[in-house]
T-cell receptor
Framework: GAVVSQHPSWVICKSGTSVKIECRSL??????MFWYRQFPKQSLMLMAT?????????EQGVEKDKFLINHASLTLSTLTVTSAHPEDSSFYIC????????????FGSGTRLTVV | GEDVEQSLFLSVREGDSSVINCTYT??????LYWYKQEPGAGLQLLTY?????DMKQDQRLTVLLNKKDKHLSLRIADTQTGDSAIYFC?????????????FGKGTTLSVSS
């Protein structure tokens, strides 16, 4: 089935540094990729939608300059958390839409970001 | 705006049936999904239902959809300890840049032996 590979699985970084999270679609082309954020014991909140070759669409309240999304190819989307702060610590998950509605959406395994 | 509501916790004994409920607000949803998330892991698609269906059964899983009340439920028969996880219902909503999934807060299912 369609697989999205997300890495790193976890990362610890210092305040003020930037962290890049990658999501690759392994055996299909992901025209659209969704980025979610999940706080402990809470739901997944949609942050932004990225389309290959165009600018990402951000949800209300999500800072575009802080969470940079690049979707330069049909198999790779990246999320860069710039100038990270402790409040950015969270679980970030990417998702891609699959043509076959049986599978609907496939998810990466998530990235646990801890900013110290 | 779109909103998906779920009860937060459910505790059952091994072998019993579990029923997890969900309500949604957007009547234009095309697909409704159930996902399972184990601790520290990503999401695993369990099952889905088209919005024009009332029921779908898949082995131990039964999904019931009441479109009039915008109510979705997931029944797990013969619940096992391995079923302990967080279960999310989600609806697909047309977004300006594509169709994103909107998730409920998740129901933590605890199965005791």
């Amino acid at each position: 089935g369609a697989v999205v590979s997300q890495h790193p699985s976890w990362v610890i970084c210092k305040s003020g540094t930037s962290v890049k999270i990658e999501c690759r679609s392994l055996d299909f082309q992901a025209t659209t990729m969704f980025w979610y954020r999940q706080f402990p014991k809470q739901s997944l909140m949609l942050m932004a939608t990225s389309n290959e070759g165009s600018k990402a669409t951000y949800e209300q309240g999500v800072e575009k300059d802080k969470f940079l999304i690049n979707h330069a190819s049909l198999t790779l989307s990246t999320l860069t958390v710039t100038s990270a702060h402790p409040e950015d610590s969270s679980f970030y998950i990417c998702s891609a839409r699959i043509q076959d509605p049986l599978e609907g959406y496939t998810f990466g395994s998530g990235t646990r970001l801890t900013v110290v | 705006g779109e909103d998906v509501e779920q009860s937060l916790f459910l505790s059952v004994r091994e072998g019993d049936s579990s029923v997890i409920n969900c309500t949604y607000t957007d009547s234009s949803s095309t697909y409704l999904y159930w996902y399972k998330q184990e601790p520290g892991a990503g999401l695993q698609l369990l099952t889905y239902i088209f919005s024009n269906m009332d029921m779908k059964q898949d082995q131990r899983l039964t999904v019931l959809l009441n479109k009039k009340d915008k109510h979705l439920s997931l029944r797990i028969a013969d619940t096992q300890t391995g079923d302990s996880a967080i279960y999310f219902c989600a609806e697909s909503i047309a977004d300006q840049a594509g169709t994103a999934l909107i998730f409920g807060k998740g129901t933590t299912l605890s199965v005791s032996s």
